[in-house]
């Protein structure tokens, strides 16, 4: 069964410019998170979804970041303008919606702002 | 306070010893307790699970969940260089976010 995949693995970009990143979860996972980890800290997380649903994005940035999870399967989160403070790896994850329900998650993608 | 805290380290033990990584969460609603590893430029990699108190044994891996005190650790048995990484502790209350603490460096010494 193929894991999380996210796209793209690195993405260096100028600060001011706008930058995307797309993950798509394990076949059945309603839940999907949507982090950010800075060099020397655990995941932080910025938006949840249960299907298509955002549940809590109570730490999402809403002045720049945005998210979309279309048809509950695939998600996009973009950034718009991108700031210098914004480079960190941005991880997804996904699970089922039990309470005890393990998440799973996908390569990340290292941001670089310049 | 933070919601998940753990030793940041660095831990160091080695070869063969017992390692030991702690966390403790402040909301006494949590139901699930998770380990993650993480090696340097990787993604978190589930490790271990634990829902009850007492002890849960994977291996080389035992979980231990202590709710009244709001602790849980990690024990490592015959630690091996390739266990060095970065071990992060985390916490789902019903099917809610999970939240993960700032995790905790531990090198394995040949």
């Known amino acids: 069964e193929a894991g999380v995949v996210q796209s793209p693995r690195y993405k260096i970009i100028e600060k001011k410019q706008p930058v995307a990143f797309w993950c798509n979860p394990i076949?059945?996972?309603?839940?999907l998170y949507w982090y950010r980890q800075n060099l020397g800290q655990g995941p932080e997380l910025l938006i949840r979804?249960?299907?298509?649903?955002?549940?809590?994005d109570s730490q999402l940035p809403k002045d720049r970041f945005s998210a979309e999870r279309l048809k509950g399967v695939d998600s996009t989160l973009k950034i718009q303008p991108a700031e210098l403070g914004d480079s960190a790896v941005y991880l997804c994850?996904?699970?089922?919606?039990?309470?005890?329900?393990?998440?799973?998650f996908g390569q990340g993608t290292r941001l670089t702002v310049v | 306070q933070k919601e998940v805290e753990q030793n940041s380290g660095p831990l160091s033990v080695p070869e063969g010893a017992i390692a030991s990584l702690n966390c403790t969460y402040s909301?006494?609603?949590?139901?699930?307790f998770f380990w993650y590893r993480q090696y340097s430029g990787k993604s978190p990699e589930l490790i271990m699970s634990?829902?009850?108190?007492g002890d849960k044994e994977d291996g080389r891996f035992t979980a231990q969940l202590n709710k009244a005190s709001q602790y849980v650790s990690l024990l490592i048995r015959d630690s091996q260089p390739s266990d060095s990484a970065t071990y992060l502790c985390a916490v789902k209350r019903s099917a809610r976010q999970l939240t993960f603490g700032s995790g905790t460096q531990l090198t394995v010494l040949p």
């Open positions: 909301d006494r609603g949590s139901q699930s």
């Open positions: 076949s059945g996972h309603n839940t």
């Open positions: 979804y249960e299907n298509e649903e955002a549940v809590d």
């Open positions: 994850a996904s699970s089922l919606r039990e309470s005890r329900a393990e998440a799973f």
């Open positions: 634990i829902y009850s108190n």
